[in-house]
Structures are given as structure tokens and as C-alpha cells.
């Protein structure tokens, strides 16, 4: 019973290209997140969604759009990919950040090439 | 000046030995303080969480707050070939605020 899964674990595609990332939690959080973590291991948020609404929206190229159907799920669309968009993309939920801090998926290793 | 600085090491000990690692902030709003591990290939996991000033202990590990110093460490005792991970420190003023993450600090141990 993985509590956040992300599918695929990995990607490999060619620049330009149009690719989708999925996120799913079985923990009844309200707030999910995607963040992105470079090459030396630094992770930066990107965005946040409490209960479909988007709350948070970091400085993020709009050739990135999230999706959030339901507070289950939260889903990362990327446009026209690019070669510095190669990174791990982790999503994650919370209920309380503060509190409980944040339960990570596995991550999405994504090369573009 | 980054809100969280934290050192990325990487920092390699002998088996046994006692590890320190440390962050400092900057925001003196944050209220909430916690430690993630992340193994090679794997997402963070929460290790250790801390509320305000003050020390927790959890086993092998002990997280410590210094809010007047802007100062947070995690020490493992007894280290363990298997503590060998990314250790990561994160904090937030609570609420719904997000979570503001350190850069990082890869740990080996070694037999």
C-alpha cells in the first residue's frame, strides 16, 4: 500500500517534446506538492495544491502545468521540453506540514535528451 | 542570504563514529523543525521533527534546536553503515505554510 506513488519512475525523452507525470496519495491528505530536485540534490517546490485549489506557484516556466482532478491526485504536464528540465520530480502530501511534514513519492527521475 | 544554508559535504566517518550536521537559518518565523533522510534513488522520509527550542531524542538520533542562535543539528550515535544517505534539514513557520529545505548533506559511513 505505497501511501504516494509516482508514475513512471523513470523517463527518458527527446527535447521538445510533451510528457506527463502522476501522482497519486492514499493518505487523505488535502495538500499535495510537486518539487523538483537538481543534480546536487537541492529540492525546490514548484507547486501546491490544497483540495484541487493551486496555492502555491513558484517561479516555474509555463511550459509547466499542473493538474489536479481531485485531492487524490496531482498530475505535471511539461511542454516543449527542454535539457535543463532533466531532474527528479518528487510529489508529495501533507495534512499538517508543520506538525507531520510531508510524505514523499519515489520520484520521477526524468533525462531529456 | 538563503533562508536555510546547510552544508552538502559530503562528510565520510568510520563505523561507530558520532555525526553531527547542522543547519542555520535565517527566518526567525519558523517554528518547526525536521530532519529527512534520503537513501540513493528514493524520495525523503521523515527522520526527526522538532518543535521550537529545545532537543529530541529517538534512538540512535537526536535533533536539537537553538532558535536564539538560528541553529539546527542532528547527531547519530554509534553510526551505521546503513545511516549511509543525503540527510536534509527542513522547517516552516507551521500552519500551511510550505516546508523550506536545505541543500543537503551526503553521509558515509564506512565498515
Known amino acids: 500500500d505505497t501511501a504516494v506513488s509516482q508514475t513512471p519512475k523513470y523517463l527518458v525523452t527527446q527535447m521538445g517534446n510533451d510528457k506527463s507525470i502522476k501522482c497519486e496519495q492514499n493518505l487523505g491528505h488535502d495538500t499535495m506538492y510537486w518539487y523538483k530536485q537538481d543534480s546536487k540534490k537541492f529540492l525546490k517546490i514548484m507547486f501546491s495544491y490544497n483540495n484541487k485549489e493551486l496555492i502555491i506557484n513558484e517561479t516555474v516556466p509555463n511550459r509547466f502545468s499542473p493538474k489536479s482532478p481531485d485531492k487524490a491526485h496531482l498530475n505535471l504536464h511539461i511542454n516543449s521540453l527542454e535539457l535543463g528540465d532533466s531532474a527528479v520530480y518528487f510529489c508529495?502530501?501533507?495534512?499538517?506540514?508543520?506538525?507531520?511534514?510531508?510524505?514523499f513519492g519515489s520520484g520521477t527521475r526524468l533525462t531529456v535528451v | 542570504q538563503k533562508e536555510v544554508e546547510q552544508d552538502p559535504g559530503p562528510l565520510s566517518v568510520p563505523e561507530g563514529a558520532i555525526v553531527s550536521l547542522n543547519c542555520t537559518y535565517s527566518?526567525?518565523?519558523?517554528?518547526?523543525f525536521m530532519w529527512y533522510r534520503q537513501y540513493s534513488r528514493k524520495g525523503p522520509e521523515l527522520l526527526m521533527y522538532?518543535?521550537?527550542?529545545g532537543n529530541k531524542e529517538d534512538g540512535r538520533f537526536t535533533a536539537q534546536v537553538d532558535k536564539s542562535s538560528k541553529y539546527i543539528s542532528l547527531f547519530i550515535r554509534d553510526s551505521q553503515p546503513s545511516d549511509s544517505a543525503t540527510y536534509l534539514c527542513a522547517m516552516t513557520p507551521g500552519g500551511s505554510e510550505k516546508l523550506v529545505f536545505g541543500k543537503g548533506t551526503k553521509l558515509t559511513v564506512n565498515p
Open positions: 508529495a502530501s501533507s495534512q499538517d506540514p508543520g506538525r507531520y511534514g510531508y510524505t
Open positions: 527566518n526567525s518565523a519558523f517554528q518547526y
Open positions: 522538532t518543535y521550537s527550542s
